[in-house]
């Protein structure tokens, strides 16, 4: 069974830059496709980024493009957001999700597994 655990968000201010993981146990996530995903309460889930297998390819969300930034390490089976620039509206849990690369890498129904979420404040 495969688990994907997030850092701890937190709060922090406007402009500010913050860095969350996710570490994946129970199998190599080598072959596997990646990403973050987001909700902010009241609104529906949001495709924040997205990662090949070998990390050749990335795909943002618009509303992140430029500031935020995904990586991996496979060989630590770890997944990192870089977020940079932080706005108000950035405020949401983020939760990372794996799986097999079926169609569309920016859809949720893409991946099998999801992590808890972690709760990112953003806020003066």
């Known amino acids: 069974q495969v688990q994907l655990v997030e850092s701890e968000g937190g709060l922090v201010q406007p402009g500010d830059s913050l860095r969350l993981s996710c570490a994946a146990s129970?199998?190599?996530?080598?072959?596997?496709?990646m990403a973050w995903f987001r909700q902010a309460p009241g609104q529906e889930r949001e495709f924040v980024a997205a990662?090949?297998?070998?990390?050749?390819?990335?795909r943002h969300g618009d509303s992140v493009k430029g500031r935020f930034a995904i990586s991996r390490v496979t060989a630590n089976n770890t997944l990192y957001l870089q977020m940079n620039s932080l706005k108000h509206e950035d405020t949401a849990v983020y939760s990372c999700?794996?799986?097999?690369?079926?169609?569309?890498?920016?859809?949720?129904?893409?991946?099998?597994?999801w992590g808890q979420g972690t709760q990112v404040t953003i806020s003066p």
């Open positions: 999700a794996a799986g097999p690369w079926k169609y569309d890498m920016q859809s949720a129904d893409d991946y099998d597994y």
């Open positions: 990662i090949t297998p070998a990390g050749g390819v990335t």
């Open positions: 129970g199998r190599t996530l080598s072959t596997w496709i």
